[in-house]
C-alpha cells in the first residue's frame, strides 16, 4: 500500500540551528512529492515541491529538500531555524500530478530560544 | 485577490443535524479536494472532484456527501450517520500544468 511516513512526531531546535525533517515515502513508482507548513487553526502552504529533475529543491523561506531515491526519502533542511518557524509540518506524495495527495502524520517543530 | 475560501471558520453542530461546508476558488482549477485533519493523524482524505459534475469517494467517505455543480465550488455536508465529525476540514484545490494542490483556510467543526 501507498504510504507516508514522518518518523518524528516532535522536534526541538534551538533558534539559529539547523534542522532537518524526515520524510519516507512507499509507492510503486517515484511520486511527485511535496512539503506544508501549517500554523496552529490555519490552513497548509505549499513549501517547496519535487515532480522530476533536480534532486535538490529550494522552496520558500529559506527551505529546502533532497530526494533520494535509493532511500525512498525527501528530508525537509533549512540552514538556519527563526522562531517564527514553529508550526506542523506535513510531507506528503501523490501518484501523479493532479491526484490526492497521501499525507504522512506530521511533525511538530518548537524553537527554543 | 485570487484563492480558495471556506466558511464559516468555525462551526458548532447539535448531534442528529446535517451541516454544509462551503468551499469557493476563484484560481480556474478543475480539481477540489475535501481532507479531515484530526490530532497526530495527518489529513486524510474525504472526496474528490476532477472535473464538474463528478467526484470520487476518498478513504473516509462514509457519512459525508458532496456536491460539484459548478467548477468555482464543491460543498461538504457532514451527515448525521458521521459518527464523530468533531474535526478540522481543509479543502484544496489543484489546477494548472504541475496541478499542485492549494488549501483553504479550513473549518472547525464541533458537535455538541
Known amino acids: 500500500a501507498q504510504s507516508v511516513t514522518q518518523p518524528d512526531i516532535h522536534i526541538t531546535v534551538s533558534e539559529g540551528a539547523s534542522l532537518e525533517l524526515r520524510c519516507n515515502y512507499s509507492y510503486g513508482a517515484t511520486p511527485y512529492l511535496f512539503w506544508y507548513v501549517q500554523s496552529p487553526g490555519q490552513g497548509l502552504q505549499l513549501l517547496l515541491k519535487y515532480f522530476s529533475g533536480d534532486t535538490l529543491v529550494q522552496g520558500i523561506k529559506g527551505f529546502e529538500a533532497e530526494f533520494k531515491r535509493s532511500q525512498s526519502s525527501f528530508n525537509l533542511r533549512k540552514p538556519s531555524v527563526h522562531w517564527s518557524d514553529a508550526a506542523e509540518y506535513f510531507c506528503g506524495a501523490a501518484g501523479q500530478a493532479g491526484t490526492a495527495l497521501i499525507f504522512g502524520k506530521g511533525t511538530t517543530l518548537s524553537v527554543s530560544s | 485577490d485570487g484563492g480558495i475560501t471556506q466558511s464559516p471558520k468555525y462551526l458548532f453542530r447539535k448531534e442528529g443535524q446535517n451541516v454544509t461546508l462551503s468551499c469557493e476558488q476563484n484560481?480556474?482549477?478543475?480539481?477540489m479536494y475535501w481532507y479531515r485533519q484530526d490530532p497526530g493523524q495527518g489529513l486524510r482524505l474525504i472526496y474528490y472532484?476532477?472535473?464538474?459534475?463528478?467526484?470520487q469517494k476518498g478513504d473516509i467517505a462514509e457519512g459525508y456527501s458532496v456536491s460539484r455543480e459548478k467548477k468555482e465550488s464543491f460543498p461538504l455536508t457532514v451527515t448525521s450517520a458521521q459518527k464523530n465529525p468533531t474535526a478540522f476540514y481543509l479543502c484544496?484545490?489543484?489546477?494548472?500544468?504541475?496541478?499542485?494542490?492549494?488549501f483553504g483556510p479550513g473549518t472547525r467543526l464541533t458537535v455538541l
Open positions: 484560481l480556474n482549477h478543475d480539481a
Open positions: 484544496a484545490s489543484a489546477g494548472g500544468r504541475t496541478d499542485t494542490q492549494y
Open positions: 472532484s476532477q472535473i464538474v459534475n463528478d467526484f
